[in-house]
Nanobody
Framework: QVQLVESGGGLVQAGGSLRLSCAAS????????MGWFRQPPGKEREFVAS????????HYTDSVKGRFTISRDNAKNTVYLRMNSRKPEDTAVYYC???????????WGKGTLVTVSS
């Protein structure tokens, strides 16, 4: 079992930088690929970014490429999402995900709300 707790959300202005954190407890987080997803108001949850357990490979959805950066610190069992050049369309609840598909393990945090004002 892995417990995920997101933090760092809030009301922010467009532009600038914001960093979300996801603290993992329980089993060793480095065994899991980690990801960030988001759910804009009235829309379905969507993929934002992911990072392998070792942190050597990352993936991003096209709309955040060049603006967001996912990273992890396995010593702290924490994954980060740096959000630069925020846009109002980035407004969403951001969820952290831990995935270990070979073992059928997948866990979600409860989310943190990011509201970007123009």
């Amino acid at each position: 079992q892995v417990q995920l707790v997101e933090s760092g959300g809030g009301l922010v202005q467009a532009g600038g930088s914001l960093r979300l954190s996801c603290a993992a407890s329980g089993r060793t987080a480095s065994n899991y690929a980690m990801g960030w997803f988001r759910q804009p108001p009235g829309k379905e949850r969507e993929f934002v970014a992911s990072i392998t357990g070792s942190g050597d490979i990352t993936h991003y959805t096209d709309s955040v490429k060049g603006r967001f950066t996912i990273s992890r610190d396995n010593a702290k069992n924490t994954v980060y999402l740096r959000m630069n050049s925020r846009k109002p369309e980035d407004t969403a609840v951001y969820y952290c995900n831990a995935d270990r598909p070979a073992y059928g393990m997948n866990y979600w945090g409860k989310g943190t709300l990011v509201t970007v004002s123009s």
